[in-house]
């Protein structure tokens, strides 16, 4: 399955996990990265996700 993760995705696990919702949406992305390293998942990039990691 092909996958795209939304630029504010990268950054939950850094936000401050005082909320449940903040730290469910944390475990869910590691798991989804996770499912990605193992090849069980393929991620899809976009343009301006390298546009925001060179420029922002």
């Not at 399955?1 to 730290?23: G, K, T």
């Not at 090849?39 to 546009?51: R, Y």
Request: hydrophobic share 45%; proline share 2%.
């Amino acid at each position: 399955m092909l996958v795209y993760l939304d630029n504010c995705c990268y950054n939950r696990p850094f936000d401050e996990q005082v909320s449940a919702a903040i730290r469910l949406e944390t475990d869910a992305k590691l798991h989804i990265q996770e499912l990605i390293r193992t090849g069980e998942l393929k991620l899809c990039w976009s343009f301006v996700l390298d546009f925001v990691r060179r420029f922002c």
